[in-house]
């Protein structure tokens, strides 16, 4: 639900005149959550907000979706326009474009990940129109959270900080990963209305970032990669600690020291001003100056909100200056295939003098 008291259609309208956007058309998506707090289904029925730069917004929903949309609160910053079964769902966005007095030749912005098949139909029906992305006049919204965007991910990055402090209690020689990640899931849900992903990597599984959580038994002397989160009241955790079975494996101990270091390092980068490129570098120059750069195979990090990947990317060739406001993960690893891998993972918000870390679980292998 969109904090009542941040007007984000408001400040949207605000960024269409400025770009000349007569109207932004918004599907099933996080943009869709962000603005009205509608989590509406991706089906093959079309769900469509139409926000006029100018007159009110109307949420376009099908008759059996109706009650979902109400549920939501949505009507509160839309309203409500229901199709039925036979009718066409293009005609009610066109026929409400042209109440709006929205000029059909005019510039409207399609929300990004919009599917195809409805992008088609829109640009069939509006044939003379132009078309721009959606990010184009949402991308600063999303990017810079106001304060009660920040608490929200505060309180989401706490919660999934009492999960890492029961993942020792969880972890065993005999489970497999896929009992641990189970385990893992309904200790989220304890918190949060979702789980987003649950990654338990064991072992040679560690040394693959986004390992698929599986049958492998877990043994005395395997190196564990936790990378977890989920969606508590509309925002994104994400955090990753890394955990050994009984003891660590050879060489874990100076790797990991060095990946600490890393992360420190990055997370002192952050401040206004900063360019994203140079908090990348912040952990990989000394992740390299160790012997392991070719070992740290992504980015630094990655934006996070309403969805768990959104902007800025925290990598190489992105040279935009970080801003007071925005949240990303500050996530370095490192991986030696056949063997283990490492990640520490902490979300950060930039503030007006630097940087304040969200999660604050021990950032040292916990042995269990
Ligand atoms: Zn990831
Ligand atoms: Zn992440
Ligand atoms: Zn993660």
Avoid at 42 to 67: H, I, K, S
Avoid at 89 to 105: E, K, S, Y
Avoid at 165 to 180: Q, S
Avoid at 315 to 335: H, K, L, Q, R, T
Wanted: with cysteine; charged share 25%.
């Amino acid at each position: 639900m969109p904090d009542p008291t941040d007007d984000r259609l408001g400040r949207l309208r605000a960024a269409m005149r400025t770009r000349g956007v007569d109207a932004l058309l918004v599907g099933p998506s996080a943009d869709l959550r962000y603005l009205v707090g509608y989590h509406a289904l991706p089906l093959e029925r079309l769900t469509l907000l139409v926000v006029p730069a100018d007159g009110p917004a109307a949420l376009v929903v099908p008759e059996l979706e109706e009650p979902r949309a109400v549920d939501s609160g949505a009507a509160a910053h839309a309203d409500l326009v229901t199709w039925s079964e036979t009718e066409d769902p293009i005609a009610r966005v066109v026929d409400r474009l042209q109440v709006a007095g929205i000029d059909l030749r005019g510039t409207f912005a399609l929300q990004d990940r919009l599917w195809t098949s409805f992008t088609l139909a829109l640009q069939a029906a509006i044939g003379g129109a132009s078309w721009v992305p959606g990010s184009s006049v949402m991308r600063d919204l999303r990017l810079i959270k106001t304060p009660a965007e920040v608490e929200a991910l505060r309180e989401v990055g706490a919660a999934i900080d009492a999960v890492h402090a029961v993942v020792p209690d969880l972890l065993r020689a005999g489970r497999t990963e896929a009992e641990v990640g189970r385990d893992i899931a309904d200790r989220i849900l304890e918190d949060h209305d979702e789980v987003n992903f649950v990654i338990v990597a064991s072992g040679p599984n560690g040394a693959s970032p986004h390992h698929e959580t599986g049958d492998r038994v877990l043994e005395v002397g395997d190196a564990v990669v936790v990378d977890i989160g989920g969606t508590r009241a509309g925002y994104c955790s994400d955090s990753t600690r890394d955990y050994a079975i009984g003891h660590l494996p050879d060489g874990y101990a100076e790797l990991h020291a060095v990946l600490e270091r890393a992360q420190d390092l990055a997370v002192d980068a952050v401040r206004p001003g900063a360019p994203a490129e140079a908090i990348d570098a912040a952990a990989r120059d000394h992740i390299t100056a160790a012997g392991y750069g070719e070992r740290f195979v992504h980015r630094t990090g990655h934006g996070i909100g309403v969805e768990e990947h959104e902007e800025p990317w925290i990598v190489a060739g992105n040279d935009e200056p970080v801003a007071a406001g925005m949240a990303f993960s500050i996530e370095p690893g490192i991986y030696v295939p056949g063997r283990y891998g490492s990640r520490i993972e902490d979300i950060v918000v930039v503030t007006d003098t630097g940087v304040e870390r969200v999660n604050h679980r021990p950032r040292e292998v916990v042995v269990v």
